[in-house]
């Protein structure tokens, strides 16, 4: 890949569009709820479960309690400063997961992945933090090879929760940082300092932490050519191993917090591009690898590797090291994956504690894939791990999705041979539009409201 590549602005005028993400394929808008019930959810999950002991499964929780509203945040968030709320959540947690457990039939699971996600982990005090995951633990087997991982707000992670986590098996971090120029922090409602971070870092590697990524994001309201430079060199010189460098979601119609400030605000068309560019430039020049749509990596990070070796895997949690094809989410709003269904959570912390005290899974909706989805579902994760796709010779939708793909074909986006289809060098920066191509569910909608937030 050339390092000094930049998108050219027509591109960016002409894909510059309402896009998924692609954590699922089907995402989430178009979900058909027709044939899901809680009773094929959980048979989908007993017979993911056994045919795939030996991978282990991947568990994700939700912990949703910040003390303050980040007004540029799209997650499912409860802002309280009362601590109060810690030992009841994790209590309903656990009992969310005996429910699991009882779908396995008692057998131990493998666990191969832990991801603490929010909201903000580190709002739980770390004696709480034990209590979770210790209640986890209890009835699980942890593979060898296992990751444990979770976020961090810089300002309020310290060494006892580093500790305690990494005591308990975590070894990855994540820490949200998102701009370090005050006025931008200002404004997103999001303040942590250099010095705060890299006090952070300074603790985790002492104590082992062996793989620290940095979130940041380019289009925040206030944000300047400058203040972008000046965070990124600022970061490159803590070292993560990870970097993500995402697009700001401006999506005020779902999360009214981004009306805290108006689309004036935000750097848009060229000034957004240059941003981006700027910034993937800068990475790129400190030897990071671009490992797919928005992250980086150190060549000798997990993650690299596991692209380098073709075994990159994309999911609710994003880009992964390894695939498990059972995915548990607990939690409010946490989304579950069991490769032949999804389900997803309630998404309040009353009728979440409501429904688990009842001893109902607190699942509110789902989908169960045809054959359709789960090839279309395999295009899609081939496309944004490894960057090329074999088409299956099945005429009408090879044939479909091929005539979808040649504008972008014109465009030096991708290459199609035959029933090959491969991401080019400036398609990479474009891989939600490529996706697209393959969407059936999205080609076949007839909703006219805007769903996603737009692809640059």
């Not at 895997?313 to 709003?333: A, E, T």
């Not at 912390?349 to 395999?378: A, F, I």
Request: with cysteine; net charge negative.
């Amino acid at each position: 890949m050339n390092r000094s590549e930049v998108i050219r602005a027509e591109l960016v005028r002409k894909y510059n569009v309402a896009a998924p993400r692609y954590t699922s394929y089907p995402t989430v808008p178009f979900w058909d709820q027709s044939t899901f019930t809680a009773e094929a959810w959980r048979e989908q999950v007993y017979h993911t479960f056994q045919r795939s002991k030996e991978k282990g499964i991947s568990l994700y929780i939700h912990l949703p309690f910040c003390e303050s509203l980040c007004t540029y945040c799209g997650c499912n968030t409860r802002i309280t400063k009362n601590h109060q709320v810690e030992l009841p959540y994790i209590a309903s947690l656990l009992k969310e997961w005996e429910m699991y457990l009882a779908i396995f039939n008692g057998e131990r699971p493998l666990l191969s992945e832990i991801h603490l996600g929010g909201g903000t982990p580190t709002f739980f005090r770390p004696e709480n933090l034990k209590v979770l995951i210790e209640g986890l633990l209890n009835h699980a087997d942890v593979a060898p090879d296992s990751s444990f991982s979770f976020e961090a707000h810089p300002a309020n992670t310290d060494i006892a929760h580093l500790q305690t986590l990494y005591d308990l098996g975590f070894r990855r971090l994540s820490l949200g940082i998102q701009d370090f120029d005050p006025l931008v922090q200002f404004v997103i409602n999001r303040h942590q300092t250099l010095e705060e971070v890299e006090a952070v870092m300074v603790n985790a590697r002492n104590i082992g932490f062996d793989s620290i990524n940095f979130d940041l994001i380019y289009g925040l309201p206030k944000q300047t050519l400058n203040s972008v430079e000046d965070t990124i060199l600022q970061s490159m010189k803590l070292s993560p191993d990870r970097i993500s460098f995402y697009s700001y979601a401006h999506v005020p119609w779902i999360k009214p917090g981004q009306r805290h400030y108006t689309e004036a605000d935000l750097p848009s068309g060229a000034a957004k591009l240059a941003l981006y560019n700027l910034g993937k430039k800068l990475i790129l020049e400190q030897g990071y690898e671009d490992i797919g749509m928005d992250h980086f990596a150190k060549k000798e990070d997990e993650l690299f590797l596991a692209f380098q070796q073709e075994r990159l895997h994309r999911n609710f949690m994003g880009y992964s090291d390894r695939f498990s094809p059972l995915l548990i989410g607990i939690g409010v709003s946490s989304i579950s994956d069991a490769w032949g269904a999804f389900a997803q959570n309630v998404k309040t912390v009353e009728e979440y504690h409501q429904l688990v005290e009842s001893r109902q899974l607190p699942v509110v909706k789902g989908h169960m894939l045809n054959e359709q989805d789960l090839l279309v579902r395999r295009y899609i994760l081939d496309m944004m791990c490894k960057g090329r796709v074999q088409l299956q010779p099945e005429a009408a939708l090879s044939e479909r999705i091929k005539a979808d793909l040649s504008q972008l074909a014109v465009d030096g986006l991708v290459v199609i041979d035959d029933h090959h289809v491969q991401c080019t060098a400036t398609g990479r920066s474009f891989l939600r539009n490529i996706c697209m191509a393959f969407d059936q569910r999205l080609r076949n909608a007839q909703t006219q409201k805007q769903l996603f937030s737009q692809a640059i």
